[in-house]
């Protein structure tokens, strides 16, 4: 599976990019917060073309819970070759996903090593989820949160206003 | 061979729309318009249903003495809107619904485009072409 490969990568590369001391990017904790939101917004842009052609052969989706299901079933397995492998909801809008294994997290090692590290490799798919949710008519709130490398929890609140 | 295509986004405003006879534009944008209210129909109609599948083509919406205009709405609650010339009976179902999958692909594509971006109008020369092959040739008399 040469792609995800490539996927892994390059973005790598674009975390290594964002992170570079640059002159003009502000090192300090105002440059890092900027980094992360323009790796939340592409992955934001790549979530919404995902969002359109993903689900091009599925039936018309009933309902959240459904759109939810396709993010852990088909979105994850057509980005990461996996299926996510928790999804738990408290029924007013918030979901948790859970992932024991993300590829993106599991060639840094496992346990607490690299922890203050990580948020910078997951802005990309919180964008991601967020994108797809968006054009699939949904408005929401995507968080992550790693407690032992390569798990992590991806947390979508839903915006119901 | 359609007559007219529009291309509805969610909010309902018009990302694109072509007619072929460019005399009387303003006929088939008040019947994309007025068709909008059958589609909305449909989809809550699929909402309520206790029916498990749920198409994305939604058929003929309505007829009127020249012309019909057919539905389809995508996961995106994107809408495609197609008039056609009621005079032209040999057109089957699947070939409305090939016509739409074509639509929905070339709208995916523009959608992958970088230089789109969502929610603007569709400006897409290989979406324009596509959408050409897809309409009536006037016939040209001398």
Known sequence: MVDAVLFELLHTEMVA??????????????GQRTSLQVLEGMGFRVGQALGER?????????????????LCRD?????????????????QGTYVLQDSSFPLLVRM????QYLEEVPKFLAFTCGLLRGTLSTLGIRSLVTASV?????????VVIDRC | MAVCVAVIAKENYPLYIRSVPTENELKFHYMVHTSLDVVDEKISAMGKALVDQRELY?????????YKVYGYVTNSKVKFVMVVDSSNTALRDNEIRSMFRKLHNSYTDVMCNPFYNPGDRIQSRAFDSMVTSMMIQEPRFQ
């Not at chain 1, 989706?61 to 299901?69: A, C, T, W």
């Not at chain 1, 057509?78 to 909801?89: E, H, N, Y």
């Not at chain 1, 090692?109 to 607490?112: A, D, I, P, Q, Y």
């Not at chain 2, 939604?58 to 020249?66: I, N, Q």
């Open chain 1, 109 to 112: 090692g496992s346990g607490l």
């Open chain 1, 17 to 30: 990019e964002l992170w570079a001391p640059d002159s003009d990017l502000d090192p300090g904790p105002g």
């Open chain 1, 147 to 155: 407690a032992a490398l390569p798990a992590c929890k991806f947390q």
């Open chain 1, 75 to 91: 979105l994850w397995g057509a980005v990461f070759q996996k299926q996510m492998d928790g999804l738990r909801t408290n029924h």
């Open chain 1, 54 to 70: 993903l689900p091009r052969e599925m039936l018309a989706f009933r309902e959240e819970l459904d759109v939810l299901k396709f």
């Open chain 2, 58 to 66: 939604l058929g003929l919406l309505y007829p009127t003495e020249d």
